[in-house]
């Protein structure tokens, strides 16, 4: 148990469907962080959220929507995806964002787009 | 081209043996880390390291970070079925910053 809860754990939907992943994090970290983790890539940092506010996204498709509502949890939402975009969605925090930056992950959720 | 590559992509050894496992950059890194992730879960942080030159030991597991803060080194000793996982380090450039992952490296331990 890292303290970071993911939901749901599988996920599967079409190209027309909309759904959201949640996570959770009972740490007290200020900084949370959303990764796409796809075979033989490298782990994809797709937003980064600091005192709830974004500070980073790198060249998301629009398709990708996320909210941080509060210092504990963030979503992502997702609309009319493609079957490319099946992968592993890993949700991280952290205490803030200096170095060494040691991340807490949650299990992930399976996405698949049929 | 990758900013952390790591060696072995793929490692199948039987129960007790010895291995290394690397990780290499022409960046310097403030701080490196090292995780470990097991089917449908998601990474466990290891170890952290932050000085150049450091050792640091856990268990049977131990990390090395690179004089010049540009590579290191996870060695397993005896290696146990339950040290299967991808091996994943990651760094961070700068006193602030994301922390930049390699491709991992697959270990499978036999019995």
């Known amino acids: 148990e890292t303290g970071v809860t993911q939901t749901p754990r599988h996920l599967v939907m079409g190209m027309t469907n909309k759904k959201s992943l949640k996570c959770e994090q009972h740490?007290?970290?200020?900084?949370m962080y959303w990764y796409k983790q796809s075979a033989k890539k490298p782990l994809e940092l797709m937003f980064v959220y600091s005192l709830e506010e974004r500070v980073e996204n790198n060249s998301v498709p629009s398709r990708f929507s996320p909210e941080c509502p509060n210092s504990s949890h963030l979503f992502l939402h997702l609309h009319t995806l493609q079957p490319e975009d099946s992968a592993l969605y890993l949700c991280?925090?952290?205490?803030?964002?200096?170095?060494?930056?040691?991340?807490?992950f949650g299990a992930g959720t399976r996405l698949s787009v049929l | 081209t990758q900013l952390l590559e790591q060696s072995p992509q793929f490692l199948s050894i039987q129960e007790g043996e010895n291995l290394t496992v690397y990780c290499n950059s022409s960046s310097v890194f403030s701080s490196l880390q090292w995780y470990r992730q097991e089917p449908g879960e998601g990474p466990v942080l290891l170890v952290t390291?932050?000085?150049?030159?450091e050792v640091k030991k856990l268990k049977r597991l131990t990390f090395q970070f690179g004089d010049a803060r540009k590579d290191s080194s996870l060695h397993i000793t005896a290696a146990q079925t339950g040290d299967t996982g991808l091996y994943l380090c990651?760094?961070?450039?700068?006193?602030?910053?994301?922390?930049?992952f390699g491709k991992g490296t697959k270990l499978s331990v036999k019995p």
């Open positions: 390291v932050v000085t150049g030159g």
């Open positions: 740490l007290g970290h200020n900084a």
């Open positions: 991280a925090s952290s205490q803030d964002r200096t170095s060494p930056n040691i991340q807490y």
């Open positions: 990651a760094g961070v450039k700068g006193s602030q910053g994301n922390l930049i």
